[in-house]
C-alpha cells in the first residue's frame, strides 16, 4: 500500500464523501427551495471545514486505537505501518488548526458560536479517543452528536441568531422542523451503529479495558438496547409518514416505506440472529447504508416546496 492510499484509507474518505453529499443534500434541497438566497461560497467553506474536522477525528481515533485495532481491525490499520504516529499526530493538528480558520472566513462574527462548536467539537473527537470511547454509552453519544452536528451547522449557519426559532415565520418553522428531523434521524441511527459496532469489536476492546454496553452489560442487553431505539425510530418514521400523506407526497412516502421503514425492519430482525463477528459487521454496514437512504430522501422536498 503506498503512502497516499494509506492516507485516504486513515482519514476513512468514504464517509467524508458521506458528509459531503447530507450537506450538499441539505443545502439544495432544503435551503435553497425554501429561502432562495445563493450561500454556496459559505456552503464550500463549511464543508471543507467539516470534512477536515472530521479527518482529523479519524486520523486521531486511530492514532490512539492501534493496539485495539491489532485485534479488531488488523487488515485495516495503517498507523505504524505506511503513516508514521509522529506524522498522524501533525496531519491530525494540520487538519483541526485548517478546520477552524475555515470556520472562521465561513461564519464571520455574525455567527462567532460556531466556530466555537466547532473547537468543541475538535476536542471531543480528541478526548473520545482518549477516554470517552472506552466508557459505557458516552462515546456512543458523542458520535450520535457529532453526526447530528453535520446538518445542524448548517442550519444555524443559514440562520439569523434571532430568526432560527421564529415560530411566526412559516418559513423558518419548515427550515427548523426538516432541520431536527434529519439531524434527529441521523443521531438515532448512528447510535444504533455505534452500539453494533461495540458488539462487532468486542474482543479488543474487552483486552484493553474497554467499559462498552457489550462488555459491562452483556450481548443480549445490548441487542435489546438496539431494538428499542430501531423501534422507536420505526414508529416515528411511520408516524411522519402518515402526516405527510394529508399532503399527497405518495413518490415521498412510498420512497421511505421501502427504502427506509422496511430495511429497519429487515435490520431488527437481523440484530435478533446475530451472534458472530461477521453478523454484526454486516449489521453495521447495512445500518449506514438505511442511513444513506434516508439523507438522500432530501431529495424530494426540492420538488414540494
Known amino acids: 500500500m503506498n503512502l497516499v492510499s494509506a492516507f485516504f484509507r486513515l482519514i476513512r474518505w468514504p464517509n467524508l464523501v458521506f458528509i459531503l453529499l447530507t450537506q450538499t443534500l441539505f443545502y439544495f434541497c432544503i435551503y435553497l427551495p425554501l429561502y432562495h438566497q445563493h450561500k454556496t461560497g459559505k456552503l464550500v467553506l ?9 479527518a482529523a477525528g479519524y486520523i486521531i481515533n486511530d492514532y490512539f486505537d492501534l493496539n485495539i485495532d491489532q485485534i479488531n481491525k488488523p487488515q485495516k490499520n495503517v498507523v505504524d505501518k505506511v503513516i508514521h504516529r509522529r506524522g498522524a499526530i501533525i496531519w491530525h493538528l494540520i487538519l483541526s488548526f485548517a478546520g477552524i480558520v475555515i470556520t472562521a472566513f465561513a461564519v464571520g462574527l455574525h455567527h462567532w458560536y460556531l466556530m466555537l462548536a466547532n473547537v468543541f467539537c475538535i476536542a ?27 446538518i445542524l451547522i448548517l442550519f444555524f449557519a443559514f440562520s439569523s441568531p434571532s430568526n432560527a426559532f421564529n415560530t411566526d415565520d412559516p418559513v423558518s418553522v419548515k427550515f427548523f422542523r426538516l432541520a ?12 444504533i451503529r455505534e452500539a453494533v459496532k461495540d458488539m462487532e469489536d468486542m474482543e479488543g476492546d474487552a483486552r484493553y479495558g474497554c467499559r462498552t454496553l457489550p462488555i459491562v452489560a452483556g450481548v ?3 441487542k435489546i438496547y438496539c431494538a428499542t431505539w430501531l423501534v422507536v425510530l420505526i414508529a416515528t418514521l411511520g408516524i411522519l ?7 399527497g ?8 416505506v421501502l427504502l427506509v421503514i422496511v430495511p429497519l425492519l429487515y435490520s431488527l430482525a437481523k440484530l435478533r440472529k446475530a451472534t ?17 437512504a434516508g439523507i438522500l430522501s432530501m431529495i424530494f422536498f426540492s420538488f414540494y416546496f
Open 46 to 54: 463549511l464543508m471543507t471545514a467539516s470534512v477536515f474536522i472530521a
Open 124 to 150: 471531543l473527537l480528541w478526548f473520545y479517543s482518549t477516554s470517552f470511547k472506552r466508557q459505557l454509552l458516552v462515546g456512543n453519544i458523542i458520535i450520535s452528536i457529532l453526526t447530528a452536528w453535520t
Open 180 to 191: 431536527f428531523l434529519y439531524a434527529g434521524f441521523a443521531f438515532i441511527i448512528s447510535l
Open 220 to 222: 443480549k442487553a445490548t
Open 241 to 247: 409518514q402518515v402526516y405527510v400523506l394529508q399532503f
Open 249 to 256: 407526497w405518495w413518490p415521498a412516502v412510498l420512497y421511505s
Open 276 to 292: 458472530y463477528t461477521k453478523d454484526f459487521a454486516q449489521l453495521s454496514s447495512y445500518t449506514k447504508l438505511i442511513m444513506l
